[in-house]
């Protein structure tokens, strides 16, 4: 039984896919090995780096999931989630991520998987319905996005936390204090979008991992732009895949309901 099931989930994804999972897997270690990390606030590098792999593996999952329009993301994701605690509480240092992913990602996959759960494609019951965002929200998103960056950037920057990440340099850490609530907005965005099955989550995939490899080339974490920059080629495929989804399905009833 194992063997079958191991069989099913290895033909389940597309060479592709495979090889685009087992790249980023692969330089991520290569990476880890070539450039260890340091000890940072009296925790051994080792135990960075391996909380770093480790999230660095269940994102890339999660994200090949997303893609393949499957419901079970949302249970990778619950991982993802205890890797994005983990990190800030040992790095002392991006409080908003912490903060929103325990107050919003964590109820979001919850919910979002219950939510996707209900809206199976007639055809395949692996892939679940997907669509596409119209009408003014996006400017609403947008604007949201602008706000909670200047009021939890400024809130966030005012707050003294002692980390050794950035040398003493305030201004840096204070830059990075805003990013961290810009990229914290999109990612909320995401989560809402993912809730309600939009193929605009990708776009938003792609901001943050923009964001991201900035944070991450300004706090020195070099090992993570490989994952970000696995995010932009897989949320490239994910729009694609979804964009032809939905053409495709263009001719039905418009599945507008959340839950």
Request: charge should be neutral; glycine fraction near 6%; hydrophobic fraction near 50%.
């Amino acid at each position: 039984m194992f063997k079958l099931r191991t069989r099913e989930l290895w033909n389940y994804f597309t060479t592709y896919e495979k090889c685009w999972f087992f790249s980023i897997l692969t330089l991520s270690v290569i990476f880890a090995i070539l450039f260890p990390e340091e000890d940072i606030n009296g925790v051994n590098g080792g135990i960075i780096a391996t909380l770093y792999l480790l999230n660095i593996f269940l994102n890339i999952l999660c994200e090949l999931l997303i893609s393949k329009q499957s419901k079970w993301n949302f249970i990778v994701s619950l991982g993802v989630e205890l890797t994005e605690i983990l990190i800030p509480i040992v790095l002392m240092f991006r409080f908003a991520t912490l903060s929103v992913t325990l107050l919003f990602w964590i109820p979001i996959d919850i919910i979002s998987f219950i939510n996707w759960h209900k809206h199976p494609d007639k055809k395949e019951e692996d892939l679940t319905k997907v669509r596409k965002l119209s009408g003014w929200a996006e400017v609403g998103i947008i604007a949201a996005i602008i706000v909670w960056t200047v009021v939890v950037g400024t809130i966030m920057s005012k707050i003294n936390v002692q980390t050794e990440l950035f040398g003493g340099n305030r201004n840096l850490e204070t830059w990075v204090n805003y990013l961290d609530a810009l990229v914290s907005a999109v990612g909320m965005a995401n989560g809402i979008f993912i809730l309600l099955r939009l193929r605009e989550q990708w776009i938003a995939w792609i901001l943050d991992s923009i964001i991201e490899a900035i944070i991450n080339i300004l706090s020195g974490q070099f090992i993570l732009l490989i994952l970000k920059a696995g995010y932009l080629t897989n949320s490239i495929y994910g729009y694609i895949k979804w964009t032809k989804y939905i053409k495709e399905h263009k001719g039905e009833k418009p599945d507008t309901g959340i839950l």
